[in-house]
């Protein structure tokens, strides 16, 4: 379907009100509007079955009703939306927006704005399903009961991504999660919630959130302004994170009852009272235990309440005092606010606000470790700016001295020319547009290099070699492969030097962190995971500027009708104008 207006139709005894797709079906809808439509699910747009895939690229989804859940979309197949927009749709249930039920769901540079439900104003992801959010828009949902801009149930990711001015009847103005929630530069602000979680509130699930900024979230009647985490079995993980200025009914800007780990990052004052952390307020029963609260490299610009049951691992610096309990020999406490010398929050370069130290800063060079909350080392900061920038890593999210790696290396005109014609490598056709070839280029030109025949051009066999089979090679080979694979790639794909040079970034990274877990299959979840805890991946996309807002042309690529590559890593014998994006 291309430059259609599907509108004012309705299936109000079942679903799809504009489109029904179902039987195993695949579609791409294209240039096209959806509206005024109204179904019992999926008030707009059905995707039924778990066989079922679509694809909406630059399609308006707006003003459509569901009688039950998913008021513009309703998913239980493949979905995936690209430039699109899903806006004004309203559900009686789950998802004014999305809901998907099984399946995947996947938006690009997508904008979900103004819709309501019950719960899930914005996006409903129940427990058989996953979602995967990339440069896009959650903004100005609403909800009844919970969740006001997502409901996530089972797995989401989001990156480069905004959580923004939503709200909900009760608890999780941004988002009620009781799954797994992997937040990646991206920013959770504004949002408020009737009770508690006015940024985020956790239902027993998990949550890491790395180089990502929760700011001025509001609980009205309840805790955790920024998040709560209320339970014994919910676990929280920030690392290179700021939380700043969220406000509670004096319970601070993070409420804690579960297990959080905290590292190397800024929680600045919470509105209400100052409170930045309040530990031990458990929703089970009134004899509940305090929550398990481990921070080290932390600046906590205000004070802990309640009963703290804090573990420091030292770094750390209070500036109010010694509310928190800090105990390590390396923690400063009563730092006052002339000595910490911690900036308003700002945009400082890099895709999220933070705040700034200024020179003299008591936590200028005070970190200890500088790891995240994984264990690995801190490559850079929350902006992506290189670590450390003196002789040791700074406290808190923020590095002063860090030089921000060059952006946008990768998105030239000369070098998404590139994008636009790469077919081959390596006997496989690498399938993508702008965020996908050169992972794949990259990925087969340092660890499959084993596997080749003959190797890519411009790749020393003995570099290239090392993931694949020589995980105990020389350590002066494993410091050469940057360059390796900076010039394997330039010469393999006429990249330019200074876009080839982040993929060398990535791998040197890489073959320091990730040999035992990408020895096997550089394209693993294992891999994959590790790559992203060990900082490789940030370091990729402060170089190349692949994570930004990207429009690559519509000239650039076409959308095929093989679906059942949108959830590989690479296809074989597409042809030459099968494009798609993952």
Known sequence: VTGSELSANTALDSHGGGILNT????ATVQDTVVSLNGAFNGGGISNDNIDT???????????NTAANDG?????GGTLQLVDSAVEANSANNYGGGIQSFSGATELIRTSVSGNQSFIGGGLSNFPDAEATLFASTVAGNATTNRGGGIDNQSYLALTNTRIASNSAGADGGGILNSGTLIATRSTISENTAASSGGGIENYSGWIDLDSSTVSANVSLAGGGGGIENPFPDGTLRLANATVSGNS????GAIENAGTAVVTASTLSLGVDDGTVLWDGA???SPSCPPGALTIIDTIIDGHCMGAPAVSSLGGNIESHGNTCGLGHPTDQVFVPAPSLNLQPLANNGGPTHTHALLPGSAAVDSAIECVNAAGFPLLVDQRGAARPSGPACDSGAFELGGVLQPVAQCVNGADRAVYGT??????NAIVSTCTGAADAIASDCVFGSALSSPPLPGCLNEATDVLSCHPNCPQDVIDALDQCVASCTAGATGLSAACANCYGAWAGCGAQSCVPECSADVGSPLCLD???AAGCTAIFDACSGLSADVDCGASSFEYTQDFESLNQASASALSADGWIIW
């Open 71 to 75: 008021g513009g979309i309703n998913n």
């Open 282 to 284: 458990c929703l089970l």
């Open 23 to 26: 039987g195993g079906a695949w």
């Open 530 to 532: 590790c790559l992203e």
């Open 53 to 63: 895939a679509l694809v909406l690229v630059r399609v308006e989804v707006q003003g």
């Open 422 to 427: 790469l077919e081959f490598v390596d006997g």
């Open 248 to 251: 509670s009914v004096g319970r």
